[in-house]
């Protein structure tokens, strides 16, 4: 047992070292004020404006799925689920822009009602909802099958349909897990970059106009796109874990609780 707790404890740490390298370097040698500045700031605030909304359509949306899959034991639509986060994420973003493009015909049908997805906060959304859903439902879906089912099976006895009972029996005593899994699902969509990259590289929208999620900013920082350089992106690096970190930890210890 103490040497797998060594081997697990220093795994742990493996994954680690990138974050305290940055986390140091960030607010300590490589410390720049280009990397706070604010349009730094208002990247972060965009990206935990979107994130926020992409876990609320994931808990309006995907939470029925979730229970689905841990009472129906389906396998086809549980290798289905994980489609999105198992190819490359820019792909997601072409897709959403295909979609919606004036050469398609969905592309056009979408148009015609206002609906445009290209660097709108909306096209932002809907990449994060698409690529943070799969995490939100895997977390709630073990969630669902730890919990005894015989206050579902009573309320189906007494003729409660199964989405009934989901809302009336299972949700009420379930707020603590879609807490957990929601915060989680949003510390996914907050490190979002392939997908986001191309539909929402910029956000041509009040009240960002003119402003990339937290993501795309740092790399622009370390590519030159906007001045700053390698310091820079190092030190946003840093005050966007700080931002993200407590996200990911307050969802884990709500989970845990």
């Known amino acids: 047992m103490n040497w797998l707790r060594a081997i697990a404890l220093t795994t742990v740490f493996l994954l680690l070292v990138p974050i305290v390298i940055l986390l140091y ?9 280009a990397g706070y500045t604010l349009g730094v700031f208002r990247s ?7 994130s926020g909304l992409a876990a609320i359509v994931d808990i309006a949306v995907f939470t029925p799925l ?17 489609m999105p986060v198992g190819i490359p994420h820019p792909i997601i973003g072409v897709a959403l822009l295909i979609l919606d493009s004036p050469l398609t015909p969905t592309g ?29 439902v895997k977390s709630m879906q073990p969630y669902f099958e730890s919990k ?32 957990s899994a ?14 986001i990259s ?25 590519s030159g796109a906007i001045p700053g350089g390698l310091n820079a992106a190092v030190t946003a690096s840093a005050a966007m874990i ?7 930890l307050v969802g884990h210890f709500i989970r845990r609780r």
């Open 25 to 33: 370097y960030g607010l300590g040698p490589f410390r720049t004020p």
């Open 44 to 50: 972060i605030e965009l990206s935990l404006f979107s």
């Open 66 to 82: 979730a229970y689905y899959l841990a009472r129906g034991k389906d396998p086809i639509a549980e290798a289905l689920v994980d």
């Open 108 to 136: 056009r049908f979408l148009l015609s009602f206002g609906i445009n997805f290209f660097n709108t906060i909306l096209g932002l959304v809907v990449a994060l909802v698409i690529m943070s859903a799969p995490i939100y």
């Open 148 to 179: 005894d089912p015989s206050p579902e099976e009573f309320a189906m006895g007494m003729g409660a349909s199964r989405i009934r009972t989901l809302f009336s029996v299972v949700l009420p005593d379930s707020l603590k897990g879609v807490a």
């Open 182 to 195: 929601s915060l989680i699902a949003m510390s996914r969509a907050l490190g979002e970059f392939g997908s």
């Open 198 to 222: 191309i539909i929402a590289y910029y956000v041509l929208q009040y009240p960002f106009y003119g402003v990339s999620p937290a993501s795309v900013t740092i790399f622009q920082l370390f």
């Open 242 to 248: 700080l931002v993200a970190l407590p996200i990911t």
